[in-house]
């Protein structure tokens, strides 16, 4: 596989239950993106991998 081709994978948060996931592809230099695993065809989040880790970081913190 090319590097400029991304690499998905499912959230370490998504069910099996058919709930709401997320899907990131980190493996390609400067870019995060996220999509619904639902829809592999539709809309994808493009981030810096900066804004995606404090992203992560804020989603971790305790309410």
């Known amino acids: ?7 998905w994978r499912k959230s370490s948060r998504s069910s099996s ?12 230099p400067g870019l995060v993106l996220v999509r ?4 592999p065809d539709g809309f994808v989040l493009t981030f810096g991998p900066e ?3 404090s992203f992560v970081g804020l989603a ?4």
């Open 1 to 7: 596989m090319s590097t400029t081709e991304p690499t």
């Open 17 to 28: 239950n058919g709930g709401a996931c997320v899907e990131v592809a980190d493996n390609l």
């Open 36 to 39: 619904d695993s639902k829809d």
């Open 51 to 53: 804004q995606w880790r």
């Open 60 to 63: 971790k913190r305790p309410a």
